[in-house]
């Protein structure tokens, strides 16, 4: 079992490490891009309704957890509805998108743009469906404070880079993907994990999206390896993407839970839609 075990571990340990940089470089260049647009994307909603819900799927296609939080403090704002919020949580993926453009980046070429759609579309639609019944959204959200943000390097890399960054994502990443992929490996020499997801392909694209529901990035790495590994089809994966949004929703908890649970609700039910009718389609 040690002989094993082993050689799995060091193999994991290897891919965790080289995926871990590239994911990395990626964060550092996202951050940098979000600090310097902030007061950009406000200047673009203000000039035309329709741009919202453009902007905001656009905001949630941004791998990390940026785009999502940005959509929050905008909606708090009354500067995007609550469909164009539900269009950014569809189209975002939170850190697990680092981890697919690292792993499978000719599949992140068409499942961003899939996602950016789906998001812009349903981000229409709903709004349309809240206005028709006159909900008022975000009820008891506090009016924050928005923050242009002009920083030196040195309070960058500090609290951007070691705070933010490394201490708050990377970290979690790493510890989530290693064990991941430990738990790949050992399943597929121990377990016929194919046959059983042939098996049960319509149970594991409603467990995926069903696992979308969680505010956190890591458990979505395992349908991305089990992705890469040709364990599932694009339509699990395009289900779990669309129901996710990482740790994206969790500011929106903490101001509004009722429109943070609606949200996850309605993703959800886009997640079983979109992905059943690609799994029909045979993806």
Known sequence: MFDLLLPIVWRSAQHTLEISALIFLMM???DLVNVRTRGLLVQLIRRGPFRQYVISSGLGVIPG???AFMAVTLYVHG??????LTG???ASSGDAAFVLLATSPKTALYLFPLLFITGMAAGFLVERAVRSIRWIPCKECPLQQYHEEDVSWRHYVRVHIWQHIIKEH??????WMFFILVFIELALHFWNLERFVQEYR???LVVAALVGLIPDSGPHILFIGLYAQGVIPFSVLLANAISQDGHGSLPLFSISTRDAVLVKLVNFVIAICVGGLVFMLGF
Do not use: S
Not at 79 to 84: E, K, M, P, T
Not at 170 to 175: A, E, N, Q
């Open 170 to 175: 990377l970290l979690r990443i790493v510890i």
């Open 202 to 204: 319509v149970a594991i």
């Open 28 to 30: 550092v260049i996202v």
């Open 79 to 84: 500067l995007i509805g609550f469909g164009a």
């Open 65 to 67: 957890c940026f785009g």
């Open 88 to 90: 950014t949580m569809i």
